[in-house]
């Protein structure tokens, strides 16, 4: 367990602790706080608001040159975040 992390998210009334390592983190629904991981995460953004996400998409990819989407989105695949990468792309179809 990261207890620095743990007592963090507590002091800061965090809802979510975003992560990959869940295993690290067994107690934190007993203080409150929900673990997401970052494809949960960022599934849910898509949910509430897709065109929002779609804008901050464009500001990296500006910000990196003109990097190309498809390059953008083969990363969130390969990182682990199939859900996001699967909505992102059908989104910007």
Sequence with gaps: MRRHVVA???????DVLCTWNMKDFPVMERVGVQLQS???VLTGL??????GVLAVQERILSARGGM?????????RRAGAV???TRLRALSS
Excluded: I
Aim: glycine share 0%.
């Design 8 to 14: 963090a998210a507590v002091a800061a009334h965090a």
């Design 68 to 76: 190309s989407s498809d390059r953008v989105l083969d990363a969130l």
């Design 38 to 40: 970052p494809d949960e």
């Design 46 to 51: 898509l949910a509430l608001t897709p065109h």
């Design 83 to 85: 859900d996001s990468e």
